[in-house]
């Protein structure tokens, strides 16, 4: 389909901004099933292979005296344990791995999809939603479990007048289940604008083929608030990951010490 | 076709993300991926930073430990120094007290022996000076009487030996 669409506006410019984002099998060009190895795939697996090579093999020579490669390691491993142990509180951390799992996915495939060409498999609702419904299901379950009845108390505020209670405890349920949706949405979101804005702009580029006076103008520009963009992306991506690690650490949080 | 009929579908859905078809392999795709993250980051990698850092934090702690020790040898050591400076100066001092006490009896000694000695020399002298003196005096003696009996002779006078001896003897007394 897009082959077609692109041969047919092939004297024109070109926007197709969400193509990017298209799951494609990797293979062939058959139905895609929950087994078939897609581009999803191939960025994950690569996403995986990043990770192995930060903090596996650049810290294979366990040196005391680090190594470049060693440090980001242990800059990454400090990073999100001070933030565990911080933001969660000190019994938090038995829940580190799973904590800085969750990071180091998403900052990495939020760095990979900025490659050119490359798959951004956090843009995709499907995959925040199911990181964000792992973290709520996870912190509720965990919630009820340690606490019993008493997390209930996370949603009845002791210091609020009795009167305005019921109705703060209406609002803080709400924004309870809204946040799964919030935590997914935020990322997704995120990254499918960032790089859909700089895809428009690459639309833009080559005006300087269709018509030489207004491609003098447009087509530098363009490159300009590409760079720019991704520039910004490069934070966004880096930013974002440090948002949905720190709110996952304050959901963590009132699981573990629900009072107010 | 069915690829047209795919097509349509596609076309229809602005967002590939929200065409609900590719769930299904997003979500398994990703279950793999972070089961995978998660075995490599808490089986190897976590265990291995944690234990580098637990390692280099051992070190520093060791070493601030080995040199606070050492310090404290060093100011051992100034402070044995000192002591033993005392002690060698008080063993230096008794030394010499000894000394000089060993001397001043030695220099006693000998000043007593050298007393005894000036002594018995000043006894023998001054014996002999009187056995001297009283040799001189029978000389005097000797001489004044015979040069009184000369002089008494050649006068015209004649003495006999006792009366001379009386008047020198006189004489001599005064």
Known sequence: MADKAH?????????HPMDQFIVKPLFGDGPIHWYTPTNVTLWMALTVVVIVLMLVIGTRRRAVVPTRSQSIGELAYGFIYKMVEDVAGKDAVRFFPYIMTLFMFIVISNFLGLLPTAFTTTSHIAVTAVLALAVFLTVTVLG??????KFLGLFWVSSAPLALRPVLAIIELFSYFVRPVSHSIRLAGNMMAGHAVIKVFAGFAPMILLSTGIGLVVTPLSIL????????EMLVSFVQAYVFTILTCVYLKDALHPSH | MASEAKEAGEATVAMPQLDPSTFPNQIFWLLVTLVVIY???SRIALPRIAAVLAERQGTITNDIAAAEELKQKAADAETAYNQALADARVEAARIVNEAKAEIQADLDKEIQKADKKIEAKAAESEKAIA???EGALASVK????????ELVAAFGGKADAKTITAAINARLKG
């Open chain 1, 225 to 232: 608030a590409i760079t720019a963009m991704y520039g910004l």
């Open chain 2, 39 to 41: 075995f490599v980051l």
């Open chain 1, 7 to 15: 041969a047919e506006e092939g004297s024109g410019l070109v926007f």
């Open chain 1, 144 to 149: 009820f479990v340690l606490n019993g009845t």
């Open chain 2, 131 to 133: 056995e001297i003196r």
């Open chain 2, 142 to 149: 000797d001489v004044a009487k015979s040069t009184t009996k």
